[in-house]
């Protein structure tokens, strides 16, 4: 089964040349491995960088993009599968249950959200799945003092930053996902007496659902 990474990253084309360096040697070193990238589908900013440069390393990509961002984003051409998305939330729970690990580069809110949603879920026990901040110059040293901070007044439990890693560069990135074991998951707390629950007997959207063990299916 080929191993999926999601990377979560910039659009912006005012990045700087230094990361989009790193940005296209992630791209490469996922192909070298045989690893398929999945990530948001456009051809700018350091999306386009590594998604271009996991193509040119003969790799395979996924990109998932909503139909109002083409315009924006412009999709990428030549991707080896384009799925395309009604919603930002669709976008992001077709590239949660297509990856078996997520790296984040630096990016902008887009980006600062899809990285506090993956964390999240994994604080509550819906996936197992690594994390990676492949952060070469430091660009998220203040939230991660935010994120501190908030274990330090107490809204997080102390083992929040053992959800996730830091890199300074792709060997590191590389090294850290070849080596990652899975947790053991810690379930969600039951649902109380007296909270609502949805109907059993009430239609569900079963076209696709996301990993809860770990891996995808």
């Not at 191993?3 to 996922?30: H, I, K, P, T």
């Not at 580069?105 to 509550?124: F, H, N, Y």
């Not at 901070?149 to 792709?170: G, Y």
Request: charged share 25%; hydrophobic share 45%; proline share 5%.
């Amino acid at each position: 089964m080929t191993y999926r990474v999601c990377v979560f990253c910039a659009s912006s084309e005012a990045v700087s040349a230094e990361l989009r360096r790193v940005a296209a040697e992630l791209g490469r070193e996922l192909a070298a491995r045989g690893w398929e990238l999945v990530y948001g589908g456009g051809n700018v900013g350091l999306m386009g960088e590594v998604a271009r440069a996991a193509l040119s390393a003969h790799g395979e990509v996924l990109g998932v993009i909503p139909h109002r961002l083409v315009e924006h984003e412009f999709a990428l051409d030549g991707l080896t599968r384009l799925m395309r998305t009604d919603t930002m939330r669709e976008r992001k729970d077709l590239m949660d249950a297509h990856s078996d690990a997520f790296v984040v580069l630096p990016g902008g809110i887009g980006t600062l959200e899809e990285l506090l949603e993956i964390i999240t879920l994994k604080q509550l026990g819906y996936h197992a799945r690594a994390i990676v901040l492949l952060d070469p110059d430091g660009f998220w040293d203040p939230l991660l003092a935010q994120l501190t901070r908030i274990v330090d007044r107490r809204f997080a439990r102390p083992d929040l930053a053992a959800l996730w890693t830091v890199t300074r560069d792709v060997p590191a990135t590389m090294a850290y996902l070849d080596e990652y074991e899975a947790p053991a998951l810690r379930r969600p707390a039951p649902v109380e007496a007296g909270e609502a629950v949805a109907d059993a007997g009430s239609p569900q959207d079963t076209s696709f659902s996301a990993p809860v063990d770990g891996r995808s299916a």
